[in-house]
Antibody, heavy 117, light 107 residues
Framework: QVQLVQSGAEVQKPGASVKVACKAS????????IHWVRQAPGQRLEWMGW????????KYSQKFQGRVSITRDTSANTAYMELRSLRSEDTAVYYC??????????WGQGTLVTVSS | SYELTQPPSVSVSPGQTASITCSAD??????ASWYQQKTGQSPVLVIY???QRPSGIPERFSGSNSGNTATLTISGTQALDEADYYC??????????FGGGTKLTVL
């Protein structure tokens, strides 16, 4: 059974960066694909990007291109999402999710990121 | 960019059938998935590849996808099905796309 456990809540100031971790267990292969999705309070799910494949292929949503980086440490079975130049509109719950075939079948518990001065 | 459109809300009486639609150009040429999200919880996959149910999802959840519309159907709706439902598709240029979500009320 795949489990994704995310790092804890963060409070950051505008202009700062945040890096959220997502540790996976239950995978039978190393090159696990991980998506990142965020949800602002009362808003829809919003896809940010994903990492997949043996050479860390990444694809990012146009909205976040240049401001987000998704990486992973296969030795630690952990993926990371870093979002830079934070603004108040980035206050949201950030989810990691596993998905290799166009759908997201396992989700982490979510990490609340609050951007406030 | 590719966009999926859902009705903001759907209401259904207990025991009746609820249908939630998701529309986009030629959506039937892509696979649609559906997620259930209860307040304060992570989304849960309930339908993938248009019609497939993951292990543990009740049989009352079913899906279809043809033309420009995908539909999630919940037969014999129960109070515990009250939640937000999101459709999702994969677009080769945009990536993962979610609909705006539909709040299902069971009353």
């Amino acid at each position: 059974q795949v489990q994704l456990v995310q790092s804890g809540a963060e409070v950051q100031k505008p202009g700062a960066s945040v890096k959220v971790a997502c540790k996976a267990s239950g995978y039978t292969h190393i090159t696990f694909p991980i998506h990142w999705v965020r949800q602002a309070p009362g808003q829809r799910l919003e896809w940010m990007g994903w990492i997949h494949g043996g050479i860390d292929n990444t694809k990012y949503s146009q909205k976040f291109q240049g401001r987000v980086s998704i990486t992973r440490d296969t030795s630690a079975n952990t993926a990371y999402m870093e979002l830079r130049s934070l603004r108040s509109e980035d206050t949201a719950v950030y989810y990691c999710a596993n998905g290799a075939s166009g759908y997201l079948d396992y989700w982490g518990q979510g990490t609340l990121v609050t951007v406030s001065s | 960019s590719y966009e999926l459109t859902q009705p903001p809300s759907v209401s259904v009486s207990p025991g009746q059938t609820a249908s939630i639609t998701c529309s986009a150009d030629n959506l039937g040429n892509k696979y649609a998935s559906w997620y259930q999200q209860k307040t304060g919880q992570s989304p849960v996959l309930v339908i993938y590849q248009d019609t497939q149910r993951p292990s543990g999802i009740p049989e009352r959840f079913s899906g279809s996808n043809s033309g420009n519309t995908a539909t999630l159907t919940i037969s014999g709706t129960q109070a515990l099905d009250e939640a937000d439902y999101y459709c999702q598709a994969w677009d080769s240029s945009t990536g993962v796309v979610f609909g705006g979500g539909t709040k299902l009320t069971v009353l």
